[in-house]
C-alpha cells in the first residue's frame, strides 16, 4: 500500500516539476497539499484518481493529497494575443500582408481544459482563416474604409467557432496592412490626381465666383448709373419745366403791367411813340449792315408806316373791347396802301 501511495507522489511531482501548456496562458500547476488557495480570477481545476473532479474557486479550498490532482490552472483575465502576419486576397485579387491582435477570456474553465488540447494554437488560426475569409469577401478600397465592419465579422465568427472551448472572443483589431510596391505606387498617384482635381475644381469655382461677382458689380454699376440719369434727366426737365413756368408768368404779368399803362391815361400816346422808336431803330441796324432785303415801298415814308403800325394797334385795341361772341367781332385788316395818320395822332407826334 505504501508503495502505492509513493508511486502516485511520485507521478505527480513528475508532472508539477514542468509547466503546463495545455491552457491559454502557460501556468505551473501547483502542488496538492491539502489546504490550497486560489487567487483571484483564476480557476483550478482538479481530477481525482485521473478523473475530473471539481473546479477550485478563488479562496480557501480543500483537497486529499496524492488522491486529488490540480490538472488545470485557467486565468479569467481578459488576454491579448498576438496574430502573425498572413497573406489574404481581396475580392479585386490583390494580395495583402495583415496582422492583428485578439482579446479573449475563459467563460468555462471545463471546457477551456477539456475541449481543446492547446486553446492559443487553435484560436490563432481560427483568427486568420477567419480574417482572409472575410477580406476575400470585399475588394481593396473597402479595406481601409470597413475595417470596423471587418472587425465585428471577424469576432462573430470567431465566438461561433470558440464557443464550445469556452473561450469568448471580446474584440480583434487589424494592426498592420501591408500592400505591394505597385499598389502602393497606384494608389499614391490616384491620390494625387484625386488631390489636382480637387484643386482644380476648388480654381475653377473661385474664378466662377470672382467672375458672377464681378458681373454682379457690372451690373449693379449699370443699374445705378442708368438710375442717376433717369434722375438727373427728371430733375433737368422739372427745371425746365420750372423755368417756362416762371417766364410764362413774368411775360403774362408783363403783358398785364403793359395793358395797364395802355389802358392808363395818356398810356396809348406812350405806346404809339413806343412803336415809333423802334421802327426807327430797326431801320438804322439795317442801314449799318450790308444784307439784301425786300422792304416794302413806302419804307422811305416814316410818318406813313408809322402811321400803318397805329392803324393796327388801334384795330387790335378795338377787338379787344369788342364782344366776347365771334359772329358779333369783326377785325379790319389795314389795305396795302398806308393810312393817313389822325389829327390826333399827328398833333400827338409834332407835340413829341
Known amino acids: 500500500m505504501a508503495g502505492v501511495f509513493s508511486s502516485v507522489f511520485a507521478r505527480n511531482a513528475s508532472r508539477n516539476a514542468f509547466k503546463f501548456t495545455a491552457a491559454v496562458r502557460t501556468y505551473k500547476t ?47 483575465k481578459e488576454i491579448a494575443i498576438d496574430i502573425p502576419d498572413q497573406a489574404a486576397i481581396t475580392a479585386d485579387n490583390v494580395v495583402l500582408q495583415l496582422n492583428g491582435v485578439l482579446f479573449l477570456r475563459v467563460v468555462d474553465p471545463y471546457k477551456a481544459s477539456y475541449g481543446v488540447e ?20 470585399i475588394d481593396l478600397d473597402n479595406v481601409f474604409k470597413e475595417r470596423e ?20 472572443c471580446m474584440r480583434y483589431e487589424i494592426r498592420d496592412i501591408h500592400l505591394p510596391s505597385k499598389i502602393k505606387d497606384a494608389m499614391q498617384m490616384q491620390v494625387e490626381a484625386d488631390r489636382k482635381k480637387r484643386a482644380a475644381i476648388l480654381e475653377s469655382e473661385g474664378q466662377r465666383d ?12 449699370q443699374v445705378l448709373s442708368s438710375e ?101 367781332t369783326t377785325m379790319s385788316l389795314p389795305s396795302s396802301e398806308p393810312t393817313p395818320p389822325t389829327s390826333t395822332g399827328t398833333t400827338n407826334l409834332e407835340r413829341k
Open 118 to 137: 492547446d486553446a492559443e494554437f487553435a484560436i490563432t488560426q481560427l483568427a486568420q482563416t477567419t480574417m482572409r475569409s472575410e477580406i476575400g469577401k
Open 149 to 168: 465592419t471587418l472587425n465585428h465579422s471577424i469576432v462573430q465568427s470567431i465566438c461561433k467557432a470558440a464557443e464550445p472551448w469556452g473561450i469568448e
Open 210 to 221: 470672382a467672375e458672377i461677382n464681378r458681373a454682379e458689380g457690372i451690373k449693379r454699376s
Open 30 to 76: 501547483p502542488i496538492n497539499t491539502g489546504i490550497l488557495f486560489v487567487p483571484e480570477r483564476q480557476a483550478w481545476v482538479v481530477e481525482r484518481l485521473g478523473k475530473f473532479y471539481q473546479v477550485l474557486k478563488p479562496g480557501l479550498n480543500f483537497c486529499i493529497p496524492l488522491v486529488d490532482r490540480i490538472a488545470y490552472v485557467q486565468s479569467l
Open 228 to 328: 442717376g440719369r433717369r434722375t438727373e434727366t427728371v430733375n433737368h426737365a422739372a427745371g425746365e419745366a420750372e423755368a417756362i413756368l416762371r417766364l410764362a408768368e413774368s411775360r403774362a404779368m408783363a403783358v398785364r403791367k403793359l395793358a395797364d399803362a395802355i389802358t392808363s391815361n395818356r398810356g396809348e400816346d406812350a405806346v404809339q411813340m413806343a412803336i415809333a422808336e423802334r421802327y426807327i431803330d430797326a431801320f438804322a441796324k439795317l442801314a449799318k449792315s450790308s444784307n439784301t432785303m425786300l422792304l416794302p415801298s413806302q419804307a422811305g415814308d416814316i410818318s406813313s408806316m408809322v402811321a400803318q403800325a397805329l392803324a393796327i394797334f388801334q384795330s387790335m385795341k378795338r377787338d379787344a373791347a369788342a364782344p366776347s361772341d365771334p359772329k358779333l
